[in-house]
């Protein structure tokens, strides 16, 4: 991979012809608009087409302090996009027969789950992947107003923790009463499955996903482990009390755990995209489950499935993927079926964003992408 002398741009695979090399890249465009003054502090994306080649794209700066540029293909927290790997992880066990999709939640981990209003024997696996539990969201009691985030920088939580958290909460939607999502959810998956393997879920996501498909860049953060390791551009989070963009990239993940946690890089999603979607991660008919979707926004025909969104594609036909938030970090990606993928990253929240419009645009460049390639 050779960075190109400006715009930011990098290729893997063969090199273009000069004829396209000197045409504009709308791609490249599009992506200089989602960073600068009171929009995100810098961008990357890594862009696979049908044909197994990859382009790199950078925009803004890695490092509000030293100007410095954003690495291609660095490393950044990819937030909620972890729900993919830990379900991949769920549906293997189901595949070995050693957890059943539709029983209850009290199998697996019986007197856990007893908040205000909830039955856990009416609750399935199935229906925590799928966000159709109606478990209350812990994350709604940590952060209640802007700023909360600040409180939890640099704090440990146990998952049970984060479990106590949504127990004390009353429960608002009766399982199986529609796609609701909570982080809750994906917290339980993690524990169901070092409850039937005996092993931790960092090692689980490590061996039967990271190492087995050879993501080199991506991986699940050790106890404590605040800092991002290789080369990765600052992530950022607006301060509301001062209204400043704060560096956030230290911090402790602990509080996503199974639901977002992990670090990784935009080519190594897409490599993770097509491994599921060809698959290689899962047998065909756990695979099959896992796109099977309920309704998310009738109004944009997307649907979820069991870790996995499906969102319809403005040229036609569907991708799919799941997207991340955690402070500094926001990660949009998505895959089709004929081998198409693309990941775009930026290095703050739209929370942290004073340009609303950059959120719509950050969807629009990705599909825009899936449709050129």
Not at 318 to 345: C, E, K, M, Q
Request: glycine share 12%; hydrophobic share 35%.
């Amino acid at each position: 991979m050779v960075a190109a002398a400006a715009g930011g741009l990098a290729f893997g695979g063969p090199v273009q012809s000069a004829q396209a090399a000197h045409r504009p890249d709308v791609v490249q465009q599009s992506l200089d608009k989602l960073v600068g003054v009171d929009r995100h502090p810098g961008a990357l994306t890594a862009i696979r087409d049908r044909h197994g080649r990859t382009r790199h794209y950078t925009a803004g700066v890695g490092d509000l302090r030293t100007g410095s540029k954003v690495p291609v293909n660095g490393r950044v927290r990819i937030g909620s996009a972890s729900k993919m790997f830990a379900s991949v992880v769920v549906l293997q066990l189901v595949g070995e027969g050693r957890v059943e999709l539709d029983a209850s939640i009290e199998t697996y981990l019986p007197g856990l789950v007893r908040g205000k209003g909830v039955d856990a024997t009416t609750i399935t696996v199935r229906q925590l992947l799928q966000h159709n539990s109606g478990l209350p969201d812990y994350t709604d009691s940590m952060f209640k107003a802007k700023g909360d985030f600040l409180l939890y920088q640099h704090v440990y939580l146990e998952p049970r923790e984060l479990l106590d958290l949504a127990n004390a909460r009353e429960n608002g939607v009766p399982a199986g009463g529609g796609w609701s999502y909570s982080n809750t959810n994906y917290v339980l998956a993690g524990l169901i499955a070092q409850r039937v393997t005996g092993r931790p879920f960092n090692e689980l996501v490590t061996t039967r996903v990271i190492q087995r498909i050879g993501l080199r860049d991506t991986y699940a953060p050790g106890v404590g482990e605040e800092d991002i390791r290789g080369r990765h551009p600052r992530g950022y989070q607006r301060d509301p009390a001062t209204d400043e963009l704060v560096d956030f990239t230290r911090m402790d993940p602990s509080w996503g755990w199974a639901a977002g946690h992990l670090v990784s890089t935009p080519d190594d999603l897409n490599t993770f995209l097509r491994a599921l979607l060809d698959g290689k991660l899962l047998e065909p008919a756990q695979l099959a489950q896992m796109r099977t979707t309920i309704p998310t926004d009738p109004k944009s025909g997307s649907g979820y499935g069991l870790g996995l969104f499906s969102t319809p594609l403005s040229c036609g036909g569907a991708a799919w993927g799941h997207g991340g938030d955690i402070p500094g970090y926001s990660t949009v990606n998505a895959a089709t079926d004929d081998g198409r993928a693309a990941t775009l990253v930026v290095t703050s929240l739209n929370g942290s964003v004073k340009d609303e419009s950059v959120a719509a645009d950050r969807g629009a460049l990705v599909d825009a992408a899936l449709c050129a390639h």
